[in-house]
């Protein structure tokens, strides 16, 4: 059974870092995509960051290009995503994902397998 925690949520100023975890069971990183994907209130669901290990890719959205950072430890079974420089509109609760079967790691629609979030808050 694919099992993801998330955590490290909190409440940062604008400009600040804060580091995400998500613990994974389940499933090999080698075998399935993993991505980050965010909700702010009144908005649909959106893909953050996401990796693609089979062909060796990785994606950010582009308002997050060169401030976050998609990684995995195997030996933790734990992908992060560090985050830096965070402006106000970064702010929602943040989901990992997981699926054995798709490439197109932007799209939320193509993961099955999620955990339960965690909230970020980016404010003065």
């Known amino acids: 059974e694919v099992q993801l925690v998330e955590s490290g949520g909190g409440l940062v100023q604008p400009g600040g870092s804060l580091r995400l975890s998500c613990e994974a069971s389940?499933?090999?990183?080698?075998?399935?995509?993993m991505g980050w994907f965010r909700q702010a209130p009144g908005k649909e669901r959106e893909g953050v960051a996401g990796l693609y290990p089979p062909a060796h890719t990785s994606y950010y959205t582009d308002s997050v290009k060169g401030r976050f950072t998609i990684s995995q430890d195997k030996a933790k079974n734990t992908m992060y995503l560090q985050m830096d420089s965070l402006k106000p509109e970064d702010t929602g609760v943040y989901y990992c994902a997981a699926d054995p079967r798709t490439e197109l790691v932007a799209y939320p629609e193509n993961f099955h397998n999620w955990g339960q979030g965690t909230q970020v808050t980016v404010s003065a």
């Open positions: 389940g499933f090999s990183f080698d075998d399935y995509a």
